[in-house]
């Protein structure tokens, strides 16, 4: 409908029942955000929020930004042109060869894949040579990065602004005691 008017389509799916970030969690954001997607949908919301609209979990907004770039990645679409479709490379490999040795492959699979910096994509081995960490420990270790990065937040209004809108409340915290 709303492409039919020519409007913008944004819909409030991607919640949860669940309480913390969980399988059912991540199962109930995807298909609902699969489903409004499929149907059209240009946007969606609700990134970190669990319960229901009940509550919100910072660990939950980082593992939501997670999958969302992946969704971001599917939606972009893949360009078909010449230099992409690569005719003279598939003939020079021909049936039977490895285009994993092309150069071409190389450069290209570079920007079409999607990596995660989260999902695990180890063996069972490597999972528990990093220390066998899930899913929310991982989300959790990268919140402590933000946090620590980026606190305390850096002020958006200049010193002698904060310290005249300071000197104001004081007198006005003065004044109205009085």
């Known amino acids: 409908m709303a492409r039919e008017l020519g ?12 309480n913390i970030p969980d399988f059912q969690a991540g199962f109930e954001k995807a298909v609902s955000t699969a489903l409004v997607l499929a149907a059209g949908a240009e946007g ?5 929020i669990v ?8 660990q939950q907004l980082i593992i939501d930004n ?10 972009k679409g893949f360009e078909v042109n010449q230099e992409t479709l690569a005719l003279e490379v598939i003939k020079r490999v021909g049936v039977g060869g490895s285009f994993l040795r092309e150069q071409h492959t190389l ?3 570079r920007g079409e894949l999607w990596y995660s910096n989260l999902f695990n994509r180890d063996d069972w081995v ?21 946090i620590n990065k ?24 003065k004044n109205l005691s009085e």
Not at 44 to 48: E, N, S
């Open 7 to 18: 409007l913008s389509c944004f819909a409030n799916v991607a919640l949860t029942d669940s």
């Open 66 to 75: 997670e999958w969302l770039s992946y969704v971001n990645r599917i939606l």
């Open 44 to 48: 969606i919301g609700q990134q970190g």
């Open 150 to 173: 980026h606190y305390p937040p850096e002020p958006v209004i200049d010193k002698q602004v904060i310290d005249h809108l300071s000197e104001i409340e004081r007198k006005a915290a």
């Open 51 to 58: 319960g229901a609209d009940q509550g919100a979990s910072l």
């Open 107 to 109: 450069r290209k699979m």
């Open 126 to 146: 490597g999972w528990e040579k990093k220390g066998c960490r899930d899913l929310l420990k991982k989300s959790q270790d990268a919140l402590d990065r933000i």
